[in-house]
């Protein structure tokens, strides 16, 4: 049974939402990143696979942020406009462990069942 665009599209987009915490905590565990820069690295490491629009990417910032697992600040830098950057939290730490674990968990399980040796 072939994939069909419109389902190929839903699964795509499942795929996204369910990733797009553990991605953006991921970005911001290293240094605070304001949500351009987020959206830029999402599409080069994933060689262009995974893109976030900014009508989606910063209404997710926000709830990230209101569940207290990143803490953004307002920044000005001369010639450039106020940007608002992203840093995780204690909390957030602690999520974004539990969903590394979680999802590596999840794609050693698909490996296992996907892998050509064992069909």
């Known amino acids: 049974m072939a994939m069909t665009d419109k389902h190929s599209q ?60 990143i803490e953004g600040r307002w920044v000005e830098k001369a010639g450039q406009r106020r940007r608002r950057y992203y840093k995780l939290t204690k909390e957030g730490k602690k999520v974004l462990a539990a969903q590394r674990s979680t999802w590596q968990s999840f794609v050693a399980a698909i490996n296992r069942i996907t892998d050509t040796e064992n069909a």
């Open 10 to 69: 839903m699964l795509d987009r499942e795929l996204k939402k369910g990733s797009a915490e553990l991605l953006i905590l991921s970005l911001v565990e290293a240094r605070p990143r304001h949500g351009y820069e987020i959206s830029k690295l999402i599409e080069a490491r994933s060689r262009g696979a995974l893109s976030f629009h900014v009508a989606s990417l910063y209404p997710l910032l926000y709830r990230l942020e209101k569940r207290g697992w």
